[in-house]
C-alpha cells in the first residue's frame, strides 16, 4: 500500500494546480477591465435564481395538491369498503 501512496497524490496535486491556473486566468481577466462579462453572468445568476424560487415554490404547490388528493382517496376508499358491507 505504500506504494500506491505516490499515485493516489498525483491527482490532488494536478487538481490544485489547475485550481491555480483557473484563478490566475480568472483574476487577469476581471483585472483586464472586462468587468461587463462578469456583471451580466450576475444578472444571469439572479434571473436563475428567481426562476428556481419559482420553480420551488410550484414544487411546493404541486405536492401539496398530491398529497391532498392521496388523502381524499384514502378516504374514499373507506367510504367504498363500507358501503361494500
Known sequence: STANAPEDDAPNRYS???RTIYSRYSRDANSSGSS???NALE??????????????????RLMKMTQD??????KLKEEI???NR
Open 16 to 18: 490544485r494546480t489547475d
Open 36 to 38: 461587463v462579462p462578469t
Open 43 to 60: 444578472k444571469r445568476i439572479e434571473e436563475l435564481e428567481r426562476e428556481l424560487a419559482k420553480e420551488r415554490q410550484e414544487n411546493a
Open 69 to 74: 388528493k392521496e388523502e381524499l382517496i384514502g
Open 81 to 83: 369498503d363500507l358501503l
